[in-house]
């Protein structure tokens, strides 16, 4: 008697206010043989650089209203014109095949995620939120990236702190500390969801 | 505004059937600042060197049945004449306390562990079966171990088989490799455990 254990891909999903740290940690984690990134459709413009289907899927207005209407995004939102939103084909089919796959996502889009009315897709998601140690730290974060004027600042504040508030609907609470802190507290979460045992199908 | 999170403690419950390595993983856990063991109650003669209150408490036969009696015992079990058992007070204390408590424990006090009706208890249960990575393994490993008889191999490893089935029932599976492999994973799981928003209480 052999034991085999396969399991089931997991749906990272992981949110935070801007300026706590998320993109810097996501950015250390670099995906390999261990996750996938999920990539995005946008009816936005590529930049100079983009690549389509690494960074973006890039699709014309019409393809993806035509998708939308047929209910084919997992989560989906317009921001300044442009669409965006996640094909739920795709990540049901890595989740099958046993790839982790991790999507970096607003509240809102996290709601919807947790809203799919797919059991498989349910049942795969672990939900992160990444908090500001504070509403004081992340203010000196953000005026230290230098990339917002003041009123610029405060309005992510009054944005970060209303954000905050969803932690509770996060399977995890990651407060974020240095990038090294964050990224231990980030990998032990990733490898402690793999280890569930309702994860697991015995082969 | 400062967020502060204080968290409720964890109780680790920890089973294995013989030889999956979980003694030689818990000796290389080391508790420290980091949890504690919890401490169970015997009516067993104290060995030499074992000291009360580390080891075991030693009760008397009579404190111990009173103890019983009053279901003070979050469980309790005979073993070749002895009685042992682990007093919910104390875990409860400590768990209040933020203090996160291990138990080494086989499937059976595991599992009247969880039918506890103490809300607090069952909230805080973090449950890890250790499997080991195979039977032939398994038998590999008793008979270098050297402790036992062929046939006393041949009983641990039919009873072995029987607790194994036992895995569905934990929330994590941890299959069996190197220490230094076990150690990490465990250590993940635990540390994963501390990030649940459910465990955690805003200051």
């Known amino acids: ?12 999903v992981v949110s935070a206010p ?6 810097t940690l996501l950015n250390a984690l670099r995906p390999g043989a261990d996750f996938v990134y999920s990539v995005s459709c946008t009816t936005r413009v590529p930049r100079p650089g983009e690549i389509d289907g690494e960074d973006y899927h890039f699709l014309s207005a019409e393809d993806f209203a035509r998708k939308l209407a047929a209910a084919e995004f997992l989560e989906s939102a317009e921001v300044h014109g442009n669409h965006y ?9 890595q989740l099958a095949a046993g790839v982790d796959v991790l999507i970096d996502i607003d509240v809102q889009g996290a709601r919807q995620i947790r809203g799919d009315a797919r059991t498989d897709i349910r049942a795969s998601i672990a939900d992160i939120f990444i908090m500001p140690p504070s509403l004081d ?3 000196h974060r953000l005026v230290k990236r230098g990339t917002e004027t003041p009123e610029q600042i405060e309005v992510r504040l009054t944005n970060a702190a209303t954000e905050m508030e969803a932690w509770r609907d996060y399977r995890y609470t990651l407060v974020s500390g240095s990038v090294e ?7 032990a979460i990733m490898r402690a969801e793999r280890y569930l045992s309702r994860r697991m199908i015995l082969a």
Chains 1, 2 share one sequence.
């Open 1 to 12: 008697m052999k034991l085999e254990f396969r399991r089931r891909g997991i749906l990272f």
């Open 18 to 23: 801007s300026g706590a740290g998320k993109s």
């Open 85 to 93: 939103g996640t094909l739920r084909a795709v990540v049901s089919e």
């Open 137 to 139: 730290e992340l203010r």
């Open 181 to 187: 802190e964050d990224l231990q507290k980030f990998r």
